[in-house]
């Protein structure tokens, strides 16, 4: 099951001066199945109120879990920290269904009857919104409750006016998002999150979020936050993003992402006012903080990266178990023991007692001796290639903001590892370079001495080290590009996967649903889940997955409706991505299934 964490977030427990949070609470409406983070409706809605109001930096939570009913967000909103201005409860059409998760207990499609106070659900509606308005009003606490439809309400004009008239009874702000998007002419098709996920689209949230804010607006929620002294938002924004870390314990990349995404709402704000007012001195306020979150952040994530780099020498990765260091060090020693077995003479007795039977064993193809100088000559080129990369990247992270909680002995020892691998490697070509020489000279001494068939035989067996070495020096040439791909200076605020699959057809009505649960490696962080909604006739199905940013882990995926076990399934791509130069393409044939029938990914890193 994928209730465990929201969208990205996290879940706030302290109060921070000069910081506005509203809450946004319900299922997988408000989560925001279907789109990326940044693309739901509370994301919408933080940048709008953002824009609206000067002086305050305001934080939209999103506490909205797939899956959850009526009572679930409630109860789990009403038990957590009450940190927040004001609370919209996203309500949708199945969320009458009382223990439809918990005691697995089946419905058929949504249907009115259920809201009805003839109904033991209906009863149990009302109760529920009996306790929301004794809350709110004991709490002094705004609330909204937005009932959040896509489609046109015939079906589900019952089930609005319910909702509504239990709003009004407790007078409680009532929205229905289906009046506002049927005026904008929108196909059903550009409503849904795609063809198989009949979650709201990104031109939904967009929409239903506007005209959320803007009845709020109206509503008066706003009216005692109308400072409109503009230059104070930047301060405000850097001590709130400090207090998420320091305080509520916010990753750091989480609140400079927060801040930097304010900051940005904010000047779009002050550019309209100082159109019609003259300067307000936003932009000489802002530019400081500006260089400090993105100083923090880019300080994170080039760590980040560099530590999942370093950590995939650690592992049996593909892309990494080709280069070791001591395969090198051993084909070094192959050749000096040539070298040293030809100076002391006796080659036809070595040969009889045991490099006849190595020779057998071994048939890789040699490399021309001829080419031994330029081979070694340019992986010492690629080696230095490599330090000055390496080094130009050590350079290029920004200097750490005083205060902000990064590990500065952490990234020292992953460039020191790095630096003394790449230090070794040089010592190693140096040294193989006197080796070859000198395995060289001696052959040329003894050759003609030798048969035709032991002068071949020696021109295989230095060969082959040779050619192992090239091969095993050619992976610092990627590492190059890794270090220029790492310090650029771009950053993802969450992690993509791309999951095209197969599966059989669902006997359920209901869409099946694909999990996916990431394991994180680097950063460190707890699990965390989601799922995509997919084509129940079998065909195949493309899935997006976003996931708070990964640069090292593996991922889970298993298939099923929430109240069926997983079932079997086919992968055909999976793709893993932060932007466009972070991605990782993973062989479907890599999956391992477990036990339990779900599937787990090799190592993934992305960096």
Same mark, same amino acid.
């Given at each position: ?44 809605? %933080? ?8 002086? +305050? ?7 909205? *879990? ?7 967000? +409630? ?9 927040? #201005?004001?609370?919209? !409860? ?44 004794? !809350? ?41 998002? +289906?009046?506002? /998007? ?8 550009? /409503? ?6 009949? @979650? ?7 929409? $239903? ?12 929620? =706003? #009216? ?28 750091? %990349? ?44 880019? @300080? ?15 592992? @049996? ?19 000096? %023991? ?17 490099? #006849? ?37 050590? $350079? ?22 790095? %630096?003394?691998?790449?230090?070794? /490697? #040089? ?33 295989? /067996? ?20 890794? =270090? ?28 099946? *649903? ?14 965390? $889940? ?16 976003? =996931? ?60």
């Amino acid at each position: 099951m994928f209730l465990q964490l929201r969208k990205g977030t996290w879940v706030p427990k302290v109060r921070i001066d000069g910081l506005l949070r509203f809450a946004f609470i319900g299922d997988s409406m408000a989560y925001g199945t279907g789109v990326a983070p940044d693309q739901t409706l509370p994301a919408n809605a %933080e940048r709008q109120i953002n824009e609206l109001l000067p002086g +305050w930096p305001v934080e939209a939570v999103n506490l909205g *879990v797939p899956g959850y009913n009526l009572w679930n967000s +409630w109860l789990k909103f009403k038990r957590s920290p009450q940190v927040y #201005d004001g609370v919209v !409860f996203i309500v949708c059409v199945n969320d009458a269904e009382l223990f439809g998760i918990t005691l697995r207990v089946p419905y058929s499609p949504p249907a009115a009857s259920a809201w009805e106070s003839t109904r033991a659900t209906g009863r149990a509606v009302k109760c529920c919104f009996d306790d929301i308005a004794e !809350f709110s009003a004991k709490n002094s606490l705004p609330m909204a409750i937005v009932f959040y439809v896509t489609g046109p309400l015939t079906e589900y004009q019952r089930m609005s006016e319910i909702i509504s008239d239990l709003c009004a009874k407790h007078g409680l702000f009532y929205l229905n998002t +289906w009046n506002h /998007l049927r005026d904008l002419n929108l196909t059903p098709l550009e /409503l849904k999150a795609s063809p198989t996920d009949a @979650h709201p689209s990104v031109k939904a949230h967009q929409a $239903s979020s506007r005209n959320l804010v803007q009845a709020l607006h109206r509503r008066g929620w =706003f #009216d005692r936050y109308s400072d409109r002294a503009i230059a104070t938002a930047p301060d405000r924004i850097q001590k709130a993003a400090r207090a998420m870390v320091e305080t509520d314990h916010y990753p750091l %990349e989480v609140a400079c992402n927060w801040g930097l995404g304010a900051l940005e709402s904010k000047a779009r704000l002050a550019a309209r006012m100082e159109a019609m007012e003259g300067p307000l001195g936003f932009r000489s306020a802002a530019e400081p903080v500006v260089r400090e979150l993105t100083a923090a952040s880019s @300080h994170w994530h080039i760590s980040q990266r560099m530590h999942a780099f370093v950590q995939t020498m650690a592992t @049996h990765d593909a892309r990494v178990a080709e280069f070791n260091v001591n395969g090198i060090v051993l084909e070094r020693q192959t050749i000096d %023991e040539i070298g040293f077995g030809l100076e002391m003479g006796g080659w036809e007795e070595i040969c009889t007692e045991c490099i #006849d039977r190595s020779l057998a064993r071994n048939n890789s193809e040699p490399v021309p001796l001829s080419e031994a100088s330029a081979i070694l000559t340019a992986c010492g080129v690629d080696l230095r290639k490599a330090k000055n990369s390496l080094d130009a990247l050590r $350079s290029a992270i920004p200097d750490h903001p005083p205060g902000w909680p990064v590990e500065e002995s952490l990234v020292n020892t992953d460039f020191e590892v790095v %630096e003394s691998l790449l230090h070794r /490697l #040089d010592s190693e070509i140096e040294i193989l370079q006197t080796c070859f020489s000198r395995a060289r000279q001696a052959y040329g001494n003894v050759s003609k001495e030798l048969s035709l068939e032991r002068q071949e035989q020696l021109v295989k /067996l230095l060969g082959q080290p040779l050619g192992s070495i090239s091969s095993r020096c050619s992976i610092v040439r990627q590492w190059t590009s890794t =270090f220029e791909r790492i310090r650029d200076q771009r950053i993802a605020g969450f992690t993509t996967m791309e999951i095209t699959l197969r599966a059989e057809a669902a006997e359920d009505p209901r869409f099946p *649903v694909l999990f996916g649960r990431v394991e994180y490696g680097v950063p460190w962080r707890l699990p965390f $889940s989601n799922g995509g909604a997919m084509s129940r006739s079998g065909d195949p199905s493309l899935i997006k997955l976003t =996931f708070p940013t990964l640069y090292s882990g593996r991922v889970r995926l298993s298939l099923g409706v929430l109240t069926q076990s997983p079932r079997d399934f086919n992968l055909i791509k999976v793709e893993v991505y932060n932007s466009s130069d972070q991605r990782c393409l993973i062989d479907p044939a890599l999956f391992r299934r477990l036990p339990s029938g779900i599937y787990e990914s090799p190592a993934i890193h992305i960096f």
